[in-house]
């Protein structure tokens, strides 16, 4: 196979593309309105001492780091500015992270002096149409981009903390001494909550948040809980939280953050949790299509010959020895076409025929459980990164076309089908705890609310487009297709602040989300 035949597949090739379930949005030039004359009340709440308890989306993470720009446009830290109109306070104090690029775990290794940044787009060659996702500090990248650094100890006063936000966590962690220490032999270690826990290795981060006597608190946690499986394609390296862990951890945090008994004034505070969105739902899943392999004619004939007659013909044979049905031999069979192409992928449901592939068959091995991706599976944003690549500078060995992506890259359906199944259990019993202590849990339907704006492609807010996908000048995602940007931060905040309104009969003004960047423009050397 030679390889001036061979796709040379990029991201961006994929980056602007918008899967079927988005519809165009047409831009519109952002207007500024004057809001008519409004009394802002606190209603029934008090945010004069507010406080924030969640994972990454919490801490402000975006583009697959932690860093300032992202810190001061957290979603928590957005809110508590409106706050100020209904009796907050001016200060809300974060464990600064002071680094213009942050520290990306993706793709940094210490151990070989290699320390990376946020993501950018950046277009190595010049031109902006080739822009990728790339990490900060990576060669080539030019400045201010070319710098990161790993995450020190908080210097600050950790007892005037308001936001504890720990990229990563999972909901049990929040009770767990370990997620703040011993570093070694520990899985629940967490160096971004070590660096401003009270007392690492002994405190806790709920114990912590407590020790603030907050009077009002938002809650966004459980996300991890689903996203680490999804994220890694469902491969069982990382599995999902079980209904009943998350019920008991969910029920045992909110009754310690709700009983008058942790505060001195005998008031506990009132707040508001968010539901669990799709995570299927995230750019990360639908940026890169089920059909993104273009092949030219030549290609796909040379494919055809040397890989799919001969593993279709084994596939019959099979079939006629009833080892596999003749709908399982039609899922499998393979075909290449000139233009775009499914990705052979590798998937665990089906009938493992590594056993039969000996002799003159033992060439079929790496297609012991091979197909083509179909409309129903979801490919990860990190395929994006190896389609199309030579294997072992073999051309005739690649990424998706001749040698079969991992399950680490795709979700299959069945995999699809646990993450929404996990995801509709975990807002359950959101919903119902909240119901519980309905006089003091109002519920921000996160999940409900992109959905919305997933179906509908998108919306206008301030006279300002803001749609799923991260491509700028529109997304509302950061680069790194699971966080949002600056801009869908501030749309996060709006939906706290409504459904805080709705339940506590309070009257606050909304973020102006054209106040806040999206997504930057590619950055070229």
Aim: glycine share 10%; proline share 8%; charged share 10%.
């Amino acid at each position: 196979m030679k390889k001036h035949n061979l796709i040379n597949i990029a991201l961006v090739g994929l980056l602007f593309t918008v899967s079927c379930k988005q519809e165009t949005i047409k831009l519109q030039e952002p207007t500024t309105t004057t809001p008519p004359n409004v009394t802002y009340t606190k209603g029934s709440a008090d945010f004069s001492k507010f406080v924030s308890i969640g994972n990454s989306l919490t801490a402000g993470f975006q583009a697959g780091a932690l860093f300032t720009a992202g810190q001061e446009n957290s979603f928590p830290l957005i809110m508590s500015q409106q706050f100020q109109a209904v009796g907050g306070s001016t200060t809300f104090n974060q464990p600064d992270i002071n680094s213009v690029n942050g520290y990306n775990s993706t793709y940094s290794n210490p151990a070989l002096g290699i320390i990376l940044g946020r993501l950018i787009l950046f277009a190595a060659d010049g031109n902006p149409a080739d822009a990728v996702p790339t990490p900060a500090g990576a060669p080539g990248v030019p400045a201010p981009y070319n710098t990161a650094d790993l995450p020190g100890p908080y210097t600050g006063n950790k007892a005037t903390l308001n936001n504890f936000g720990v990229p990563g966590i999972l909901l049990g962690q929040l009770l767990l001494a370990q997620t703040g220490g011993p570093s070694t032999n520990n899985p629940y270690y967490n160096a971004l909550y070590a660096r401003f826990a009270s007392n690492p290795g002994t405190s806790t981060i709920l114990g912590d948040v407590i020790s603030t006597q907050p009077t009002f608190f938002s809650f966004d946690l459980g996300n991890n809980d689903v996203l680490g499986y999804a994220i890694s394609g469902g491969d069982g390296s990382v599995p999902i939280t079980s209904q009943t862990n998350f019920q008991n951890y969910y029920n045992t945090i909110m009754s310690t953050l709700l009983s008058p008994s942790n505060y001195g004034s005998g008031v506990a505070p009132k707040g508001v949790v968010s539901t669990i969105p799709d995570v299927t739902t995230l750019p990360y899943f639908f940026t890169v299509t089920w059909n993104a392999l273009p092949l030219d004619a030549a290609t796909a004939a040379e494919v055809t010959t040397e890989l799919a007659d001969n593993y279709n013909l084994f596939l019959l044979a099979m079939e006629q020895n009833q080892v596999l049905s003749a709908s399982e031999v039609a899922l499998r069979t393979l075909t290449y076409t000139a233009g775009q192409n499914p990705i052979l992928i590798t998937d665990t449901d089906l009938t493992n025929l590594a056993p039969y592939m000996t002799g003159p068959y033992a060439g079929l091995l790496p297609y012991a459980q091979a197909r083509q991706t179909t409309a129903t599976d979801l490919v990860t944003l990190a395929a994006g990164g190896i389609l199309g690549t030579e294997v072992g500078g073999n051309p005739a060995n690649v990424y998706g076309v001749t040698v079969p992506l991992s399950d680490t890259y795709v979700l299959v359906p069945s995999e699809i089908d646990s993450i929404e199944t996990a995801t509709t259990g975990f807002n359950s019993i959101i919903n119902s705890v909240a119901t519980t202590y309905s006089t003091q849990l109002a519920v921000a339907d996160v999940n409900q609310q992109f959905h919305t704006l997933v179906s509908a492609g998108g919306t206008v807010v301030n006279g300002v487009t803001i749609t799923p996908p991260f491509a700028p000048p529109t997304g509302g995602f950061s680069e790194d297709g699971v966080h949002p940007n600056s801009r869908g931060y501030a749309y996060l905040a709006n939906i706290f602040i409504s459904a805080i309104e709705a339940k506590f009969g309070a009257t606050i003004p909304l973020a102006d989300i054209a106040n806040y960047p999206g997504t930057g423009l590619p950055v070229v050397p």
